[in-house]
């Protein structure tokens, strides 16, 4: 198994409040990118929102390839909004791609 980051966009169409931000902050904890090596030195946040309620999700998976990596991003990304309370039309989400590989293959 590997490591990916995998970065997933996304809009809140009706924004979110702080209440919202840190409901969506604790459901994707398990997922946190400060826990792999590329996290810890280039801080990547699993959150984070621009000033125009676009955002930006990084999450950490274990998987055998890069799509299954990313199929499961998705779905930790579409749980853990609508832990938050969001969905796809309050939070629509763009492709996930995969931005960092935390391996011990040398």
Do not use: Q
């Amino acid at each position: 198994m590997t490591t990916y980051v995998i970065t997933v966009p996304g809009t809140f169409t009706a924004g979110a409040g702080p209440d919202t931000r840190a409901r969506l902050s604790r459901a994707l904890r398990p997922a946190d990118p400060h826990t792999t090596r590329m996290g810890s030195t280039e801080d990547l946040d699993v959150l984070n929102v621009n000033e125009d309620n676009t955002f930006t999700l990084r999450l950490t998976v274990e998987a055998d390839t890069g799509p299954h990596a990313e199929e499961e991003a998705r779905r930790l990304a579409d749980s853990a909004l609508h832990d938050a309370g969001l969905d796809e039309r309050t939070a629509p989400l763009g492709p996930a791609v995969i931005t960092g590989i935390d391996s011990d293959v040398r």
